[in-house]
């Protein structure tokens, strides 16, 4: 299975479950056209390396191969951002914006191939992947639209007013690294390389192994907007054997994945003294008040926790529920849930799709196995159903999870959700903050000011009120990221792009020495300073 990319695409038979019975054949067929010639977009030393196959999700057709890289071509890689970051850094900002607007659109044009991809490759339901096409495309406008703003060189205080004049300027770190998982394969990719490279940064980014079609799409897609040549490379292959060449050679590295894999980025980088961006794992409680809305708690329970069949950082597998609306929450979520349709349709017919492979399948079972052999219920779900296609579980909701049982604090990362049933408001606050991990949280409640305070307790980077964790996400001008060991540093708002940049303080003087006041002696200049210093806390303005 050596062949290229653009001619190789007739499935293992041996690689094909039997059992499969309603799952779509001909998806390589299908993604061929967009997969054409995007490995050789990859950079390498050497075009003979080994190849990886890449496999749908939905019925483990093979639909095509991917450059193994090995650390030379990470050398290669950021040798060429290198040399492009410059002349990047030289054009004028609003230059730089425009290529991203016309990806905007561009991504918007290209939605149903996008969607083809996403869900060929990722197998991911339709509607779960339309959300992160609209991301990437939010994105790229919020920060085209933003950038002067945030870059342009601003006046700050100095010590004497009229005096001395100080400037804060931001410059580009140069190449900055990413590695990305394949939960969103796409807008992992690239939604945090486009803050960087409008900063004037090039990028070097190594996406997951299991899905680096949707991350090499992406990026043919910015140069089809505009981008210069070589100022975005991807390394494809193994993150084990990648990441610690890619760390050692770029100004930061950006991480999207597992805690476990995080902390390991974590320590290389500090050696070197790189800045990095750490978005990792996540428990996520939601809480349902005695006063909720009860359709919207039950609307957000069901699409808040199902996204990607589970396999989304910021989707909810802990559940606190009041006392009061308890019953009745419960009976409609789990009706709810079980209505919910299942399936690798390539359109928008169903709710929810694949887990990516075996390995999150085993997690899921095991997760799922271990609670109900230790006195779990399962109310909903709790299947693997290799009749729709070889990953497919269905969403499950359990009670009587107790400390003790994996899915208790592990993240699971597939469709499982745990409700408690809980007294009080601050035992629901607690209970959500009794956890390693502090990504997201949902609070629903119909006394907003009660909400709002309630989000506030809770020790997660992001919370939503009355929605689910899209709300949060798409507000892009705040910041998103994780508290605790859910990560370190944010994307979105202010952060999420001034990370990517140098400050500097630029401070001018017109009167020189400062100290002592010319012709003065040390002794009235200290006054004459101290004098000072008491006028200035005395007047709003100069404060
Ligand atoms: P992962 O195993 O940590 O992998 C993520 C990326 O890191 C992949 O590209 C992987 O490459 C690479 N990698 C693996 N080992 C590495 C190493 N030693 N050095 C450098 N890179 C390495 O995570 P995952 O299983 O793909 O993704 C699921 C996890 O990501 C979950 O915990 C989820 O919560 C988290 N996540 C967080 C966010 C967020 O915004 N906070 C968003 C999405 C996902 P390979 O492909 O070769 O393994
Ligand atoms: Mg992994």
Redesign the pocket.
């Known amino acids: 299975m050596g062949a290229s990319v653009g001619t190789m695409e007739v499935p293992r038979a041996a690689d094909r479950v039997e059992t499969v019975k309603q799952v779509s054949t001909g998806l390589a067929g299908r993604v061929k056209p967009l997969i054409r010639g995007l490995s050789d977009m990859v950079a390498l030393a050497d075009r003979n390396r080994k190849r990886t196959e890449v496999y749908a999700p939905f019925n483990r057709e093979c639909i095509g191969t991917a450059p193994s890289c090995a650390a030379e071509d990470v050398k290669i890689a950021v040798e060429r951002a290198r040399d492009a970051q410059q002349a990047w850094a030289a054009r004028p900002l609003h230059e730089r914006t425009r290529v991203f607007m016309r990806y905007h659109d561009l991504v918007l044009d290209r939605l149903d191939s996008l969607l083809d991809m996403l869900q060929i490759e990722g197998g991911k339901s339709r509607q779960h992947a339309l959300e992160e096409v609209l991301d990437v495309a939010i994105n790229a406008r919020y920060y085209a639209a933003h950038a002067a703003e945030l870059l342009n060189p601003k006046r700050r205080q100095g010590l004497i007013p009229l005096i001395v004049k100080s400037w804060e300027l931001h410059h580009p770190v140069g190449v900055v690294g990413i ?6 394969p796409f807008t ?1 990719a690239v939604s945090d390389a486009i803050p960087a490279l409008i900063a004037g940064n090039a990028i070097v980014l ?5 899905t680096p079609f949707s991350a090499l799409y992406g990026v043919r897609l910015l140069y089809e907007a505009g981008l210069p040549g070589d100022l975005f490379q991807v390394i494809t ?4 054997l ?3 060449p890619l760390i050692d050679q770029v100004d930061f590295i950006g ?8 902390r ?2 974590g320590e290389q980088a500090g050696r070197r003294l790189i800045k990095q961006s750490l ?4 428990k996520n409680p939601m809480l349902v008040l005695d006063d909720a809305d009860f359709e919207k708690a039950v609307y957000v329970a069901t699409h808040g926790s199902y996204a990607g069949a589970g ?4 989707s909810y597998e802990r559940m606190y529920v009041q006392s009061g609306i308890y019953d009745r929450f419960l009976e409609a979520f789990v009706a709810r849930t079980k209505a919910l349709r299942l399936g690798p349709a390539l359109d928008f017919s169903v709710d929810i799709g694949s887990l990516i492979g075996p390995s999150q399948l085993e997690k899921t079972l095991e997760h799922v196995d271990d609670a109900r052999s230790k006195g779990a219920q399962v109310l909903a779900g709790g299947r693997s159903r290799p009749d729709i296609g070889p990953y497919f579980f269905e969403p499950t909701i359990l009670s009587g999870v107790t400390e003790g049982m994996q899915c208790y604090r592990e ?1 699971t ?1 597939g469709p499982v959700v745990s409700v408690y049933k809980v007294d009080s408001v601050e035992e629901m606050i607690a209970r959500a903050n009794d956890s390693e991990y502090g ?1 997201n949280a949902s609070v629903i409640s119909r006394d907003e000011r009660k909400a709002v305070d309630v989000a506030s307790r809770i020790r997660c980077g992001t919370v939503s009120i009355n929605e689910t964790y899209q709300v949060p996400w798409s507000a892009m001008g705040a910041p998103m ?2 508290m605790k060991d ?2 370190l540093g944010r994307r979105h708002g202010i952060e999420g792009m001034l990370k990517y940049t140098e400050s500097q303080n630029i401070t001018l003087s017109r009167m020189s020495p400062l100290f002592p006041i010319p012709g003065l002696s040390i002794e009235a200049s200290t006054a004459a300073f101290v004098a000072g210093l008491r006028l200035i806390k005395r007047i709003p303005g100069l404060r």
């Not at 190594?206 to 299991?210: F, N, R, T």
């Not at 991480?255 to 995080?262: A, I, L």
């Not at 978005?279 to 996540?282: Q, S």
């Not at 396999?311 to 910021?314: A, K």
């Open positions: 590695i990305s998982p394949w939960n969103y992992m190594k996406p997951a192994d299991l292959g193994r993150g084990s990648l990441g610690t991480f999207t994945g597992s805690t476990e894999v995080g390991k980025i978005e990792l794992g996540g396999q989304l950082c910021i993240e990362f990504l990221g994780g859910s990560g």
